[in-house]
């Protein structure tokens, strides 16, 4: 266990010279030492790059829910395991120990074998943030089935692509979901998407708001009804390390979405690890993410990450602004939360509000801060700090992706020091380098360039789903022996690591490349400013100019005066050369429902390629399209 706690400055850096100079040993040693498994492994790693193939704990035999239920069970059977906390406060909220979460996952699992579902069997998921998400999703890991949970936001079209590309045979689904003061009809969406699917041969219908639905006899099964007649145990199928565990999507640059592959073991050892050390959980901690599972920061460090490590998770159905802005602080304090770990996104709506809405909440228990799905920027970053934290708790900024599996660039509380806006350091096992357009590392410092990382890591995707040649393309081809992550960074004099944004977020402007986080945080500064997005667009003389997508806190604005400010503010802070050659102001700014700004089509708005926007249905708000093209300038 020595080498699993990651606790003081010294730790840090020997374990990562360990992790460094001998990474094989380093992860054979924290999976041999820290998790069960039915067989150990003939060699740690196998890795080609240039052809994008590799293995880690080659021939092992393990299953993950093994590892994240059944030996806590046993030996805490009593602790809470997964919180529920309803959208609705109103609404009692559930708890789950770790022996009743065996139960109810052996039953869920049960209830899949009772169809038909078998091992490498796609089972495709799309429910509200409730208990019964969790258990589906252990379930097929615990029957060796292979999870797709495509987020419960997401279009009839959206839901249907992901069905056709994985071959989904199964759908689990409820009649509906709660968000905020609305009802969504979950079972119309997916008997829509199904119309233009193939594969799909059961629906698994659980209630959860009581709707009328349409049940189509044969297909149409009601969970409740097949669970009440099966057993609560299942034994756990023996799984090989590399065999897929779950298939996730994530958006392509095209407009496609890209299957992600992630295997059993290394994802495991991986998101366990870095859960632990970078949250710095202890026994009786109460950790909370505000994620959906629907994406991988539900996958990892909702689920896996935390019941692997024994720890008592939270389940939030709802939304922070329901039934108005106190929701979180309500939760934190209701639950003496310890962790908390949300996106910047929801930092800025909540701050946009003011202060009054944390009043009278007591935070006292909070220990570690986090933030994920984007850089956050300083104005944000400082409030959370001071209002959220009290100035007392640390924030971790981490940096990962979909593709990662999980944490691979962050701070890590009282052994790696935070700094604002900057993601920090690599975690242990992790090397990245930041490369020129020739591919020759950068040593300058604050040089953006691009982020690629050198070796692999045990929780990376092993393949996009039926494309390894489009997988290779996207993440090996740009840079020989490299994993690109399609990120820009620099590093500042301490070997503090800054993500800028995609790289087609670097601007090439009059020959010099200007990243679009620092302009943003720039305009961000404006009182009058709620958020912002910066792109290129083609320009005669300059070769690119910038048009910024600006959303305001206010109606009341003289437009002219405003833009004015703002290019003075950019001037200041940056240069005179990263000023705004275009400004309009929206209502909102295109979001993915993961709360990431869809840049990709606010690029093709400013460059007037309107014919060619790719798919948005996969947008939180889809209508904010329509309303930048029509006083786009």
């Not at 004099?493 to 944004?501: E, V």
Request: proline share 4%.
């Amino acid at each position: 266990m020595s080498d699993y706690i990651i606790n003081t400055p010294n730790k840090y850096k020997e374990n990562y010279n360990k992790s460094i100079c001998d990474p094989e040993q380093f992860w054979s040693d924290i999976a041999k030492n820290n998790f069960s498994w039915y067989e150990h492994w003939s060699k740690v790693l196998e890795c080609n790059f240039k052809e994008a193939k590799i293995k880690w704990f080659k021939d092992a035999k393990l299953n993950i829910t093994v590892n994240s239920i059944d030996r806590h069970a046993e030996l805490t059977p009593e602790k809470k395991a997964i919180i529920f906390e309803p959208n609705n406060p109103n609404e009692k909220s559930k708890s789950f120990t770790y022996l009743e979460l065996l139960k109810e996952v052996s039953k869920t699992a049960n209830v899949l074998k009772s169809i038909g579902v078998k091992k490498g069997d796609r089972v495709c998921i799309y429910l509200p943030m409730i208990p019964e998400l969790a258990f589906s999703v252990l379930a097929c890991a615990r029957i060796g089935a292979i999870h797709s949970v495509v987020f419960a936001g997401f279009s009839s079209e959206a839901l249907a692509t992901r069905i056709n590309d994985c071959k989904s045979t199964v759908i689990i689904t409820s009649d509906g979901s709660f968000r905020g003061d609305k009802t969504i009809n979950l079972k119309f969406i997916v008997d829509e998407a199904i119309n233009r699917c193939n594969s799909t041969q059961k629906v698994l219908l659980i209630k959860r708001t009581n709707e009328e639905v349409n049940i189509i006899p044969e297909r149409d099964i009601l969970f409740e009804e097949i669970k009440s007649k099966v057993s609560d145990e299942c034994n756990p199928e023996i799984m090989d390390a590399e065999d897929p565990l779950f298939i996730l999507y994530t958006s392509g640059s095209t407009g496609k979405p890209k299957g992600m592959v992630h295997t059993c073991a290394g994802y495991m050892v991986y998101v366990s690890y870095t859960f632990k050390n970078i949250f710095q959980y202890e026994n009786n901690d109460v950790y909370w993410c505000t994620a959906d599972i629907g994406w991988i920061t539900g996958h990892s460090y909702i689920i896996y990450g935390p019941l692997c490590n024994g720890a008592t998770t939270l389940m939030f159905e709802g939304i922070p602004s329901y039934p108005n802005y106190s929701r979180f602080w309500e939760i934190v304090e209701k639950y003496k939360i310890n962790q908390f770990y949300t996106a910047p996104t929801a930092i800025r709506a909540i701050a946009k509000q003011g202060n009054k809405f944390l009043k009278g909440f007591d935070l006292s228990s909070l220990k570690v801060l986090g933030t994920v799905g984007e850089p956050i920027n300083i104005e944000a970053w400082d409030w959370y700090y001071k209002n959220v934290g009290n100035s007392k708790c640390p924030i971790v900024d981490t940096w990962w992706q979909t593709e990662t599996g999980g944490i691979m660039i962050s701070s890590i509380p009282n052994v790696v020091a935070d700094k604002p806006t900057f993601a920090t350091k690599p975690f242990l096992g992790i090397q990245p380098i930041i490369l020129s357009e020739s591919g020759v590392e950068i040593i300058k410092y604050e040089k953006v360039g691009k982020l690629c990382i050198s070796f692999p890591w045990p929780s990376m995707a092993r393949t996009i789903w039926g494309d390894h040649k489009r997988f290779t393309n996207t993440y090996f081809s740009a840079f020989k022996d490299k994993y690109f992550t399609g990120d820009g960074a620099y590093k500042d004099k301490l070997g503090n690591i800054r993500i800028t944004g995609r790289v087609d977020d670097v601007i090439i402007v009059s020959g010099h490349n200007l990243g679009t986080a620092p302009i943003e945080d720039a305009i961000n500064e404006h009182n009058l400013v709620a958020e912002s997005a910066i792109v290129g667009y083609p320009h005669e003389i300059k070769g690119n100019a910038l048009y910024g997508f600006i959303t305001l806190n206010t109606e009341n604005y003289d437009e002219y005066t405003l833009m004015k400010q703002i290019n003075e503010i950019i001037s200041k802070r940056i240069g005179s050369i990263a000023k705004l050659q275009k400004i309009q102001f929206t209502k909102a700014l295109p979001k993915t429902r993961s709360g990431k700004i869809m840049r990709r089509i606010l690029r093709k708005v400013a460059g007037k390629d309107i014919e060619n926007l790719g798919d948005i249905s996969t947008l939180l708000n889809p209508d904010v399209v329509k309303e930048i093209i029509s006083n786009s300038q």
